[in-house]
């Protein structure tokens, strides 16, 4: 974090990620927005005071277990899922509190359940396919999905080979069948993409380099083999690097789906959870009416 604040703070092509309406005002700028995202709960420790400091850091996202158990929730892979603890549960209304965006990828069905009935704000599903569609220990239960649309939020579809199909690089079709599946069994406002490029793979970092990242997830037990595959990792024929991922518009429009179907899956989706959550920092409230902090 230390290094990102650094790079935003002296690079003008840069700003940091607050409110949706941040990453508008990036967009209309030609700027990088960046905000945090935790892939797991291990920066709070066990101090959930540590909610709000991380909020005010940047940090909009807190994903509530990385594969494995934790104090706070169970992973996907683990053995079994026993669900929230007493604590994951505090958690969870920690982050409504301090306007941080609960996130179940990753993280137990079980866990998952109970997070969306504990929340009062939209849980999301940041990057998770279907395990309806594909079956891999990673890939995420009809039931889970259902309840992140019932609860307002959104699940992210995964571009990660092993998650999309069992060859060794999906096809573009592969890819939106995918998506088809998701947006069947969710519906149009609760689709959105978590791609999750990742730097192990093929053309990003060489083959010998990824296997030895390969053996050290697996070593330390946050990757399950079974979900997790050796590389090297091909994502899908035509999205293969971040470059040409523009092409996975083209392959949506080609399948029937709309312009507006489309701005929702790129962004819309994620924009709707980021504005009823995160709200607007940039105002403060007297007397239960919003005003600008520039107002007098």
């Not at 990742?198 to 037990?221: F, I, K, L, P």
Request: with cysteine; glycine share 10%; proline share 6%.
């Amino acid at each position: 974090m230390a290094w990102f604040a650094e790079q935003i703070q002296t690079r003008p092509d840069l700003v940091l990620i607050r409110s949706a309406e941040d990453i508008r005002k990036a967009k209309r700028d030609g700027k990088l927005g960046i905000y945090y995202h935790f892939q797991g709960p291990s920066p709070l420790g066990q101090d959930l005071d540590r909610v709000w400091y991380y909020k005010q850091s940047g940090v909009g996202v807190i994903q509530l277990a990385y594969n494995t158990r934790n104090p706070y929730a169970n992973g996907i892979t683990e053995r079994v899922d026993g669900g929230l603890s007493l604590l994951g549960q505090r958690l969870v209304k920690a982050c409504n509190e301090a306007r941080v965006i609960v996130d179940v990828a990753h993280t137990g069905a079980r866990s998952a359940l109970d997070a969306i009935e504990a929340s009062s704000e939209p849980v999301i599903l940041s990057h998770g396919n279907a395990l309806g569609k594909i079956n891999n220990g990673r890939n995420v239960p009809d039931e889970v999905l259902r309840a992140v649309a019932q609860n307002g939020g959104f699940a992210g579809a995964v571009g990660y080979p092993p998650f999309v199909s069992e060859k060794k690089q999906p096809t573009m079709d592969d890819m939106v069948g995918m998506v088809d599946y998701m947006v069947e069994l969710m519906g149009i406002d609760h689709v959105a993409f978590g791609i999750d490029y990742d730097n192990t793979q093929h053309g990003v970092m060489s083959d010998e380099d990824a296997t030895a990242m390969y053996d050290a997830y697996v070593a330390s037990g946050a990757w399950d083999p079974a979900a997790y595959p050796e590389p090297p990792y091909y994502y899908p024929e035509g999205i293969e690097l971040p470059k040409t991922l523009y092409n996975l518009t083209g392959a949506l429009l080609a399948r029937g789906y709309t312009e507006t179907d489309v701005a929702k899956l790129w962004g819309g989706n994620w924009l709707r959870v980021m504005d009823q959550v995160w709200g607007d920092p940039h105002a403060h409230v007297i007397d239960d009416e919003p005003i600008g902090i520039h107002q007098h």
